[in-house]
């Protein structure tokens, strides 16, 4: 029975996935001149993405609908489900399959995806056989679905509701969105983002270049639109203005409540402001609507709402006992009533908002045991929906089934390789407070895995550390909680907490394979401070040998890869020959992923070490690899890794505006964040350093000129480049600092000191010094060669370069029999100023 409970939990998601052939919206059209205008515009001109946003109700679909009514062509059509079952990619091949009789000729890439659509075996090529990496494999289905895509092309691709796509989809969209298909319009809609959260596909497009996107915003109607709608439904030639002035108000602008209040107020007839009763909210009009219902079918449209949006008559018939032929009559008096509308291919609400205030309606208890129901009913469903019966478990209130299905789920998603959904599911166990302690740990462990390369990192971080903060954690599930925690921690930017975490597990590592890997971790030197380079090589060592032990290709590659990186900081000769090996090996070229993560490394050690040629191969190798496995997570470190090569070689023009680009598309990427800023902050101060030399003489008075306001302006445009690349400077090492990140420490305290060598040179003296200081502590001198240097130029132009002398000759021992080209050049720069 359906009454006026006070609950929002918010139900629904249909049993079985039913994505008709439709566009649902309010019947009218009016306002959104401006908004269809550009859509038209832009989809005349392909291949081109847009996201259409905007809150529940505010006319998306109908605004999509009004677009594909006069665009020619073929229109390939998907909608997302609210509670989908773990199937990658699902709504875009519900839009394939719709087009799939007009397929041409395809790449034999496309055989990808034959084992997820065996209704078109005969149109699809061989299903290649399987890649042993998962990400390469998922990038061959991307690269697959692109392909189809461009055989059914010219079209244009309509996906609805993305706010509930699943990660795989997402991936697929931010990657046409930079690899467009010849021909393809694509238009997504999506509700709006909440502050302080956010949905897959805002995540996967916030990490794409801002031109790849157009993103179109739909707000309230406005007053006249109102008036419009309002003299439409009402038939009025003027409608009062006060009636115009209450809907606006009572509705918030939002075009299916508007319409909705307009209809009924039309169905009652008479003067619309002559009834206080007249509702003006959508609980009202829905209210309304229900009361002539006898309870039979208000029973009925309550289990509707509990179950979705589409009603399944042989599911209701099963939950309610009751046979077809009732729920047919009950649906079809719903219908009567304006509380389904026909979409062309069965009854369903015309909106979830519709649907949302009728389950809220359903009193608690009642909702409860109808999920119960629904989900009894679903067990017998093979294969099992484990994703509706975790929802509808979760629903009634059963936590070990919900536990049971959202980890079979979980388990489901990971098989197909959509960690970030596995990460979801299992999230949301971690909230089940009667949850016993060993399932808990186990459920932990697979989240930690599934959130390491997810997007549920920043959530699933405090999960892991309040269960070890448990003293009675078991030692094996300790070592594994605390080595993918740490993991976590570092890819969230905190470089000194991850590394912590990591060494805390180690000695409860069981198996050597993970131990292997989390030692071959601990033996990277250019991550945090605090720790010497002799305790890197010792963790290299202690990897080494249990790699041995563990007999698992997988991780000694993983110690390898570690080893050379090491030798490439420190500046040993024989990391050339590791990387060759590698480089050349089967066991790197079957991981393309760790071979294009390797060479990125790599490419940043000869950075370091002052080989750029090395680094612009290996850069060009591993950007190769990441635009063949499509690993969108090392596209900003490619990026980063170029414009570095870019600051190195002195090419400037142009250099901050694409580091500040990069810097904001890093936002959602903080590993490589803080190194991106550092870069940054460093362009802005050599920049700043240029710009104040050229408006000074050669003794660093102004420069004279004829119009004295043209050289006072220079100076002024100077000292803001100063100004602003000091307080760049300064918080990339207030940060750093906080994280405990040593090579942006390093980096940024020695360009803050070479920023102040002209005018505040005891200042320049004290930022380098605390440079060399942290590089002492590390034990790499190579590392600490321009602050040096910039203690010696600070100590010569104060008369006094003898103090600098034991620096000095502390680097010149550091790097002796080094290979290190930047720390010799540095050094011999150092000598010409402080005689040995």
Request: a negative charge.
């Amino acid at each position: 029975m359906i009454d006026g409970g006070e609950d929002k939990t918010r139900g629904g998601g249909s049993p079985t996935p039913v994505r008709p052939e439709r566009l649902r919206g309010p019947v009218e059209f009016v306002g959104r001149a401006a908004e269809l205008a550009q859509l038209r515009r832009i989809v005349a001109t392909p291949p081109c993405l847009i996201l259409l946003e905007g809150e529940p109700g505010i006319g998306k679909s109908r605004l999509v609908a009004e677009l594909l009514a006069e665009l020619p062509g073929r229109h390939l059509i998907g909608e997302c489900d609210d509670v989908p079952e773990p199937f990658p990619l699902g709504v875009l091949l519900d839009a394939i399959r719709g087009g799939a009789d007009r397929l041409g000729p395809l790449s034999p890439v496309a055989g990808a995806l034959a084992p997820l659509l065996p209704e078109l075996a005969d149109v699809l090529p061989d299903a290649p056989p399987p890649l042993t990496d998962p990400a390469a494999e998922r990038h061959r289905l991307l690269r697959a679905v692109a392909a189809v895509l461009a055989a059914l092309s010219p079209a244009t691709l309509l996906l609805e509701d993305l706010h509930w796509a699943d990660p795989a989809t997402c991936e697929l969209l931010a990657y046409l969105s930079t690899h467009p298909v010849e021909g393809l319009s694509v238009v997504l809609t999506a509700r709006t983002a909440t502050p302080g959260s956010s949905t897959p596909i805002h995540d996967a497009l916030a990490r794409t270049p801002p031109w790849s996107v157009t993103r179109v915003a739909l707000g309230p109607l406005d007053a006249d639109d109102v008036r419009k709608l309002a003299a439409r439904t009402l038939r009025l030639d003027d409608p009062p203005q006060q009636l115009t002035a209450t809907l606006l108000d009572r509705t918030a602008g939002i075009p299916f409540v508007v319409e909705e209040v307009l209809r009924t107020l039309a169905e009652r007839g008479g003067d619309p402001l002559a009834d206080d009763s007249v509702p003006f909210v959508l609980r009202d009009v829905l209210l309304w609507r229900l009361r002539p219902l006898d309870e039979a079918t208000r029973e009925v449209l309550g289990a509707t709402a509990v179950l979705g949006m589409t009603p399944d008559q042989r599911i209701l018939a099963s939950v309610l006992s009751l046979d077809r032929v009732a729920i047919g009559a009950a649906l079809t008096a719903a219908h009567r009533a304006g509380l389904l509308h026909d979409a062309g291919d069965g009854l369903r609400f015309r909106h979830d908002l519709a649907r949302q205030v009728v389950y809220d309606l359903v009193p608690r208890e009642s909702r409860e045991w109808l999920h119960l129901r629904v989900a009894r009913v679903l067990e017998q469903e093979l294969p099992r929906p484990v994703a509706q019966l975790a929802h509808h478990y979760r629903r009634a209130g059963s936590g070990a089934d919900f536990v049971r299905n959202a980890e079979a789920a979980a388990d489901l998603a990971t098989e197909r390789g959509d960690d970030a959904t596995a990460a979801s599911f299992l999230l949301q166990t971690m909230d089940i407070a009667e949850l016993p302690r060993p399932v808990r740990v186990r459920l932990a462990a697979k989240l930690g895995r599934s959130a390491i390369d997810g997007l549920s990192q920043a959530e699933a971080i405090p999960v892991l550390e309040r269960l070890l903060a448990d003293r009675r954690l078991p030692p094996g599930a300790r070592g594994e909680l605390g080595l993918v925690l740490g993991r976590m921690l570092r890819q969230q930017g905190e470089a000194l907490r991850g590394y912590t975490e990591i060494e805390r597990a180690v000695p409860y590592l069981r198996a050597p394979r993970r131990k292997a890997q989390a030692l071959a971790v601990l033996a990277a030197p250019d991550t945090v401070v605090d720790r010497h380079v002799d305790d890197h090589l010792a963790r290299c060592a202690e990897a080494e040998t249990a790699a041995a032990a563990s007999g698992d290709p997988a991780a000694d590659l993983a110690v390898r890869i570690a080893r050379a990186s090491l030798l490439l900081e420190l500046g040993d000769p024989a990391a050339w020959a590791i990387i060759s090996e590698l480089r050349a090996s089967a066991e790197l070229a079957d991981r393309p992923r760790e071979h294009a993560r390797a060479c990125l490394n790599w490419a940043q050690g000869a950075l370091h070490a002052g080989h750029p040629e090395q680094a612009e191969a290996l850069l060009a190798a591993g950007r190769a690899l990441v635009d063949e496995t499509g690993y969108e997570r090392l596209a900003s470190l490619v990026e980063a890794t170029e414009l570095s090569l870019d600051r190195a070689a002195g090419r400037l023009d142009g250099l901050a505006e694409r580091l500040s680009r990069l810097v904001a598309s890093a936002e959602r990427m903080p590993v490589t964040l803080l190194d991106a800023r550092a870069e940054l902050a460093t362009v802005l101060a050599l920049t700043a350093t240029a710009q104040r030399a050229g408006s000074t003489g050669e003794h660093g008075s102004p420069v004279s000129r004829a119009d004295g306001c043209a050289g006072r302006e220079d100076s002024n445009r100077g000292r803001d480049a100063v100004e602003s690349a000091e307080r760049a400077l300064r918080e990339v090492v207030a940060d750093a600092r906080r994280v405990g990140a040593i090579w942006p420490l390093v980096q940024a305290l020695s360009a803050l000191a070479r920023l102040m060598v002209a005018g505040r040179p005891d200042e320049a003296v004290r930022h380098a010094a605390e440079a060399l200081s942290v590089v002492r502590g590390k034990g790499i001198l190579a590392w600490a060669a321009d602050a040096v240097l910039v203690l010696a130029e600070a100590e010569a132009a104060a008369g006094d370069p003898g103090r600098a002398a034991g620096a000095v000759a502390e680097l010149e021992a550091g790097i002796a029999g080094r290979d290190a080209p930047l720390a010799q050049a540095a050094l011999r720069r150092c000598r010409a100023l402080v005689p040995a």
